[in-house]
């Protein structure tokens, strides 16, 4: 277990709030996701970073496919910030929702209802300060680059409708030099670090810390 006195002041009051990080393919997206199937729906929501990218409509297709997606300034973290707050003072949001094909947010939004757990996820969820400050603990998905490419190339290709060239050009152009130049020194930041993207014994902490919290009991 956890021990009591690491526990975050107040937690009787707001919800617990998870950030999970790491590269593009590192399996962040697996884990939290899986976090949230065994403790369940009703306890735990999840927020995704990459929901948040700004809204170029400003820029044609073609401008739109040439943005750095992988730097900071990509990604509207300032509304991010403001929808968690909310959701700590338990009140509801309107999440954004991002097309990946043609690079725009949609019009429609996600309801997301306040819930005893936050998970916030995304590459960049620790690189920023603003973020980090709101959050009770903080995790790193620690895997492989070979890996991470690999499983970026199925997801784009498959979810994205990408072209293989395509999804390699961008990796070695602005993924692979804004991971060392951001999400690998984030790091740092990590209360917890979660070797080669899937780690049950990891897992089952981060799940049985969630437990704990919700039901009370912090030994």
């Given amino acids: 277990m956890v021990p009591h006195s690491t526990w975050p002041a107040g937690l009787e009051d707001r919800p617990l709030v998870i950030g999970i990080a790491g590269g593009s ?3 962040k997206s697996t ?3 899986s976090v949230v199937s065994v403790v369940g729906p009703e306890t735990v929501v ?3 970073h990459d929901a948040y990218y700004r809204d170029r409509v400003d820029l044609s297709l073609e401008e739109r496919a040439a943005v750095n997606y992988d730097h900071p300034d990509s990604l509207e973290t300032e509304l991010l910030v403001a929808q968690l707050v909310t959701l700590r003072s338990g009140a509801a949001i309107d999440r954004p929702v991002y097309d990946f094909s043609n690079h725009l947010r949609l019009v429609d939004t996600v309801r997301v209802e306040p819930r005893p757990v936050v998970i916030v996820e995304g590459i960049l969820v620790l690189a920023e300060p603003t973020l980090r400050e709101l ?6 998905i620690d895997t492989d680059g070979d890996l991470r490419l690999a499983r970026r190339l199925q997801r784009d290709v498959a979810e994205r409708g990408r072209s293989v060239k395509s999804v390699i050009d961008q990796y070695l152009q602005t993924v692979r030099p804004m991971h060392l130049q951001f999400v690998e020194p984030s790091k740092r930041y990590a209360d917890v670090i979660i070797p080669e993207g899937y780690n049950h014994s990891a897992v ?16």
């Fill in 31 to 33: 884990i939290a996701e």
């Fill in 46 to 48: 999840l927020v995704q």
């Fill in 135 to 140: 959050m009770d603990m903080r995790i790193y």
């Fill in 25 to 27: 393919g590192s399996g």
């Fill in 204 to 219: 089952g902490m981060v799940i049985r810390m969630i437990r704990d919290v919700t039901t009370g009991v912090r030994m």
